[in-house]
């Protein structure tokens, strides 16, 4: 069964840098494409990004640019999402999810990891 | 940028039915998805494509989606679908996956 594996929760002052890890299993990994959601404590889902593990081409959100990168290793078929220059406003928890693309259904987002909470304070 | 709208919440009785929109300009254009998210669990996609529902998901979960409005309707509602419901569109204009701001569903 598909299943997606996040790394566990983090600590981080302000100003550092946190990487989160994703390890896929249960299908190709270099078939479908992976997405990042960002979801700050009682607040809704942003999207942050997507990165395919075939080429590695990435789409960063506008609102993450210069500040997030998002990479695999199709070795482990482990996707990476690191976030610099981290702010008390970062602290949320991060979701990976994989994104499937159908003829007919379009893209969409069909499995999820478990999240990742990662906490920035002095 | 694209906005979808959501009431903030939607509160129903147990057996019956909710329905939880979506509006945004012209979504009837745009292929629409919904997840479900329980307290402290990922989201779980529960419709994708307007209409459609991944396997598993009961067929209680039924989506449409004209002119500015898409719906989300839960039929025979129990405690269990209590959750927060997000909507979902790619926006083409400006390469931009987009939320909407969810709606906490209630069972009385």
């Known amino acids: 069964q598909v299943q997606l594996v996040q790394s566990g929760a983090e600590v981080r002052k302000p100003g550092a840098s946190v990487k989160v890890s994703c390890k896929a299993s249960g299908y190709s990994f270099l078939n479908y494409g992976i997405i990042w959601v960002r979801q700050a404590p009682g607040q809704g889902l942003e999207w942050m990004g997507w990165i395919s593990p075939y080429n590695e081409n990435t789409d960063y959100a506008q609102n993450f640019q210069g500040r997030v990168t998002m990479t695999t290793d199709a070795s482990t078929s482990t996707a990476y999402m690191e976030l610099r220059s981290l702010r008390s406003d970062d602290t949320a928890v991060f979701y990976c999810?994989?994104?499937?693309?159908?003829?007919?259904?379009?893209?969409?987002?069909?499995?999820w990891g478990q999240g990742t909470l990662v906490t920035v304070s002095s | 940028s694209y906005v979808l709208t959501q009431p903030p919440s939607v509160s129903v009785a147990p057996g019956k039915t909710a329905k939880i929109t979506c509006g945004g300009d012209?979504?009837?254009?745009?292929?629409v998805h919904w997840y479900q998210q329980r307290p402290g669990q990922a989201p779980v996609l529960v419709v994708y494509a307007d209409s459609d529902r991944p396997s598993g998901i009961p067929d209680r979960f039924s989506g449409s989606n004209s002119a500015h409005t898409a719906t989300l309707t839960i039929s025979r509602v129990d405690a269990g679908d209590e959750a927060d419901f997000y909507c979902?569109?790619?926006?083409?204009?400006?390469?931009?996956?987009?939320f909407g701001g969810g709606t906490k569903l209630t069972v009385l």
């Open positions: 999810a994989r994104e499937s693309d159908d003829v007919s259904g379009g893209k969409y987002f069909d499995y």
């Open positions: 979902q569109v790619w926006d083409s204009d400006s390469d931009y996956w987009v």
């Open positions: 012209n979504i009837g254009t745009k292929r």
